[in-house]
């Protein structure tokens, strides 16, 4: 996210993304835990929003469930049944699949961090309780079509706000 912040500082347009190959400094969740981010398996991401102030809270209020909600309809369209688990996490069969969180600076622009495990061997880091799509599904997974698919199923409730 700090790419993304210096991109904001720039000036960069509204619906600017920021894609990663890994993370190399991953943020810990609620409950403190790290994990390894494995370089081009995954999906690693800052879409940055550029919002009216006026707009500011409805959108702090939906980005989260929205952008979860997205990751299971792309899920989905892969043969996966995927859940929200509220409020910021998206699990199949009780294991963490992707993960998201969202920054606002007060002055319109939000941050909205995600994280997807698309291709990873989830199943040889024990250390946390996770799955890829590629381990849910059976198969690889086209990691740009996974993340068009999911931008797709984002934009519109988006558009709502």
Not at 26 to 50: D, F, K, V
Not at 96 to 120: A, E, P, T, W, Y
Request: hydrophobic residues 40%; contains cysteine; proline residues 3%.
């Amino acid at each position: 996210m700090n790419i993304a912040q210096r991109e904001i500082d720039e000036g960069c347009p509204h619906g600017t993304i920021v894609l990663a190959e890994e993370q190399t400094r991953a943020q810990a969740g609620l409950e403190s835990r790290t994990w390894n981010s494995l370089p081009q398996e995954n999906l690693y991401m800052t879409l940055i929003l550029r919002i009216h102030k006026d707009s500011a809270l409805q959108v702090m209020s939906c980005l989260e469930p929205c952008s979860a909600l997205s990751v299971v309809l792309t899920c989905q369209s892969e043969g996966i049944e995927a859940k929200v688990k509220w409020p910021n996490d998206v699990w199949v069969n009780n294991k963490k699949i992707s993960g998201m969180i969202v920054r606002h600076d007060g002055l319109g622009n939000f941050q909205l961090g995600i994280g997807i495990n698309i291709n990873s061997d989830m199943a040889s880091q024990t250390s946390i309780n996770a799955v890829s799509v590629r381990e849910a599904c059976g198969r690889r997974v086209d990691r740009e079509k996974f993340l068009a698919n999911y931008l797709l199923s984002l934009e519109n409730p988006l558009k709502q706000v």
